[in-house]
């Protein structure tokens, strides 16, 4: 792309999400915390960010975009990514790749599928997914792992693992337990519960900007290899299925109303956080803290549906 094509492109990208920014002012503040998990029931509700990276290395931002906030199960695209690299197809052994159809933390389906988890994005999937990052390590070192690959994906030394959201979670969670207790007893976790436990609560707990997380994600939009290092993250094939679970399993039981809204591969956290990819094109990620009820962010959904809309960027469709 020419110079000029390519700074009328980031005006008009910029202008939207500003525009998006000023017309979900007065839903700031809707949907409810994640106060499960204590500590992320003290964020801020009104804070509200949107960053866009394009395929050609510019970031775009409006509001809150540069505050770190608990990335949560969106911390689920990284470790997925990272276990493939060690495991490859293995890894589908252990974990399955259907929609669930039912919530992040749901019991009721793993007991009926005899502990092997329906994708990797719901919880008891994404235990599954750390077990495998703790092949060969202490849970220090599992940890420091996939800090060092989040922080070489956006190209940002800063980014951090919040230490009081990891205590949190583990000081309150039960259910995640539950499920990897049920998960031990049918042989598919290799290492003891509270070492992999231990390791999925301070990947959750990574906090990052939006910039951050939009940086971080890039290679999923640009065919596995990210534009702002070089580095070749992941094959075209294996970008393109992340994606595919990110729009099937993405949103849990909210997938299809997502795919349906928005129209692109999406993650989203329980710190109010979604990452949605736009093959070719750019990496967005949205924060605005009010979950709607199937544990999503209620206006960083509406903020890339009025985004897709305009930008005319639904994979499904311009
Ligand atoms: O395990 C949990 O419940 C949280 N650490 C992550 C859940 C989550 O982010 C669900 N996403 N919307």
Known sequence: MCASAASSESDAILQCIQAVRADLALLVGQGSLADYIPELAKV??????????????RVLSAGDADEPFSVQS????????????????????????????????????????????RNPFINAGAIVVTDVLLAGHQPKEAIGEMVRFVRSLADDETIAIDPSVAESEKAHGFRNAALASFMKSW??????????????????????????LARAGLFLANGGRSPLTGLNVVSRARARRINALMLTCGHYDGSGDFAFRVGLPGKSGVGGGILAIVPGVAAIAVWSPGLDVHGNSL??????????????????GP
Not at 46 to 55: D, E, L, N
């Open 44 to 57: 801020d509700p009104s804070k509200f960010g949107i960053a866009v990276a394009t395929v050609d290395g």
């Open 74 to 117: 969106i911390s689920k695209v990284f470790a997925l990514t990272l276990a493939l690299g060690k495991v490859g197809d293995a890894l589908w052994k252990r974990v399955g790749r259907e929609p669930s159809g039912t919530a992040f933390n749901s019991i009721v389906q793993l007991e009926h599928e005899r502990g092997l988890p």
């Open 187 to 212: 042989g598919n976790l290799v290492h003891p519960v509270e070492l992999t436990l231990g390791v999925y609560f301070h990947s959750c707990a990574l906090a990052m900007s939006c910039a951050q």
């Open 299 to 316: 206006v960083g959904t509406r903020a890339l549906e009025l985004i897709t809309q305009r930008m005319g960027w639904s994979i499904f």
